[in-house]
Nanobody, 121 residues
Framework: QVQVVESGGGLVQAGDSLRLSCAAS????????MGWFRQAPGKEREFVAR???????YYEDFAKGRFTISRDNTKDTVYLQMNTLKLEDTAVYLC???????????????WGQGTQVTVSS
């Protein structure tokens, strides 16, 4: 049974940093894409960053220069280092794991439950 579990969220102040982790288990995910999405209250889920099976990294514009995605294939884990956090970064951050043939995951792919990130002034 595949499980995707996020951790590392919390309450921080604007300008602080936070590192999220996402561990996948139940399979070997070296040939899968892994990535992060977020959903703020009242808003649609949006793409943050992805790490591809062939070591590519892609970011949404708001994440460029502040966020860094990385992965450890020996642990089937993907990380999101978030620096210079802003109030508008407050959201539930969700991790997804999906087949390498797709740029983005579908709802039926593997998703975690999310971890809350709250940025205060």
């Amino acid at each position: 049974q595949v499980q995707v579990v996020e951790s590392g969220g919390g309450l921080v102040q604007a300008g602080d940093s936070l590192r999220l982790s996402c561990a996948a288990s139940g399979w070997t995910f070296r040939t899968f894409n892994m990535g992060w999405f977020r959903q703020a209250p009242g808003k649609e889920r949006e793409f943050v960053a992805r790490s591809t099976w062939n070591d590519g990294t892609y970011y949404e514009d708001f994440a460029k220069g502040r966020f860094t995605i990385s992965r450890d294939n020996t642990k089937d884990t993907v990380y999101l280092q978030m620096n210079t956090l802003k109030l508008e970064d407050t959201a539930v951050y969700l991790c997804a794991v999906w087949p390498r043939g797709d740029d983005y995951p579908e709802d039926h792919d593997f998703w975690g439950q999310g971890t809350q990130v709250t940025v205060s002034s």
